[in-house]
Every structure is written in C-alpha cells, then in structure tokens.
C-alpha cells in the first residue's frame, strides 16, 4: 500500500461491482451526480494510490468512488484484501455490489448485441455463470446489495441516490420491499418477513381490487390478530440489528416483506415499518416491487 495515507484522506470511498449488465455505470453516473469523484474500471492494486491522491486535495475531493469490474486481474483476492487494508488503516472503505437475475441479464444484453466479457466461445450464459462464481466472494462481504433485475436505470439511479443523498452519513439509511412470494424473493434482502399467516384481503371482494396502501386494506391487515405482535417483536429485532449494524460501521439494510401476490397483507405491513424505521431515526426508503404484477 502507498505511503501517506493519513490524516488528509477523504471521509469515505465507495467501491462499486458487481454483475455485468446489473447497473454499475448507471450507479456511478448516480454518484457522480451528487458530487462523486468517480473513477471507472479501476485495477484494485490502484485503490490505495487513488486514495492518497485525493486525501492530498486538502477536502477538495471528499469523496470518492471506484467502479471495479471482473476483468481486473485476480480480481476477487486483490479486492477483498485491498478492502480489508483500506478498513485496518480507519479507512470507511464501502463496497456497493450490483446483482441481477439470470434472466434479465440475458435480455439486457441481447438487446445490445454484445458478449459477455467471459462468455469466450460459449454461450452467454456460461459469462454469466463464470462471473457469479468470481464474484461470489466479495458480494458476500458487500455492505450493500442491490438486485437491479426488475429496475430500469431511473429507478436504480433514485435508489443510490437515496442512499448516498444528503443525509448525514452516520444516519443508517433501509429500504422497506414488499414482494409477493409467487414472483420470488428479493435477492438483496437481509431480512426477510413472512405475512402470509394473515387473512388474505384478496378474499374480500370489497378489498380485492385496492392495494395495501389503500386505507380499507391497511385498517383491514393491521387489525387482524398477529399483525400488531409481529409489528412489536420485528420491531425490536430491527433495533438490535440497527445498533449491531452501527457498531460494525453498516449503514444499510434491505428488508423484504412479503405475502402470496405482493399487493395486501406485504404491502401494508411493509408501509408500517417504514413509518416504524422512521420513528428510530433511520432513512427509510419503501418499494413495492410486485403492486400490478396480479
């Protein structure tokens, strides 16, 4: 590691990853937006040069971010352990991986008409495959994972945005999904609840055709017996995952909601704990990935 790094270094750096074609130039234009010095494609041997550099501006460049992709030689050993000596020297070293599913990564790149960078001469798919195994490693040590699989570019670009926006750094920052089991989990969830032991509103014809945000819907799921306890004891389940997470230096959480379709009993649930995470003093940023999907 480069001599220097010391006491003019910048606050905190990002370092953005992840899968090809899963979002990680939207995801630096984003932070480049909000005044980001942002280098892309950047060897991970480099991170610590780039660092001393910047800490020599004397706080012209506060913060920067690094986009680092699968090509760089040795990638997945030089990242983990250049991150691990970034973190020992009190560096706020933070590592942002972009995931996607199989299947939109395919589309995403067949609508452009270009390989996979490790596709070689197989098929598309053996890219993908070959790049989730490199990668495997340093997404499992990310602070932050966002699945980008049923996202276009505006909405990824109003979620980094909502996580590295103006509010104050220590500020942990959470977003709230709901998803309906039959479209599948969310693959960057940290926490995930279960509502399908509640009484389905889809059974109420009234109800039937509102959503979870509706008044009706949401007198109708929170009155039912369970929901209050569950809202009480996840609720203190997130207090001592927020604190933990503030003692390891984590500043964001996904947690995912889910029901059978995605539009009731997810819904309202996932709208109360966001007012709840609201309440202890956290960012709070609600989605409802599968509202019109039915």
């Known amino acids: 590691m480069a001599e220097g790094l010391s006491a003019e270094l910048p606050p905190e750096i990002v370092i953005v990853t992840g899968m090809s074609g899963a979002g990680r130039s939207t995801a630096a234009r984003a932070l480049e937006d909000l005044d980001w010095f942002v280098v892309d494609n950047l060897p991970p041997g480099l991170l610590p040069t780039m660092i001393e550099l910047a800490g020599r501006t004397r706080g012209a460049v506060p913060r920067v971010s690094a986009v680092v992709d699968v090509r760089s030689m040795a990638f997945t050993e030089d990242l983990l352990s250049t991150v691990e000596a970034l973190r020992s020297r009190g560096i706020a070293a933070r590592v942002v991986f972009l995931e996607a599913s199989d299947e939109a990564l395919v589309r995403r790149f067949e609508s452009v008409r270009r390989p996979h960078p490790l596709q070689g001469e197989g098929r598309l798919t053996d890219g993908i495959a070959r790049e989730r195994e490199t990668l495997r490693a340093i997404r499992g ?13 505006h909405q990824l670009k109003a979620k980094v945005i909502g996580f590295f926006g103006e ?3 220590a500020k942990p920052r959470a977003n709230v999904v709901s998803f309906g089991f039959k479209h599948g989990l969310p693959v960057d969830a940290d926490l ?8 389905n509103p889809h059974w109420v014809p009234e109800l039937r055709p509102l959503n979870g945000r509706d008044g009706p819907v949401r007198e109708y799921v929170l009155a039912q017996n369970g929901a209050k306890e569950m809202l009480d004891a996840y609720t203190e389940v997130l207090r001592l995952l927020i604190e933990g997470y503030r003692r390891e230096g984590k500043h964001y959480m996904t947690l995912a909601v889910g029901c059978t379709g995605g539009k009731h009993r997810s819904v309202a649930m996932a709208e109360r704990f966001g007012e709840i995470l609201g309440e202890e ?5 609600v989605v409802h990935r599968d509202v019109g999907r039915e």
């Open 281 to 285: 003093g956290v960012e709070v940023h």
């Open 167 to 169: 509010a104050e750094e």
């Open 192 to 199: 995930v609840l279960d509502c399908r032991f509640l009484p």
């Open 141 to 153: 040590e990310a602070d932050l994972v966002i699945d980008t699989s049923q996202s276009n570019v």
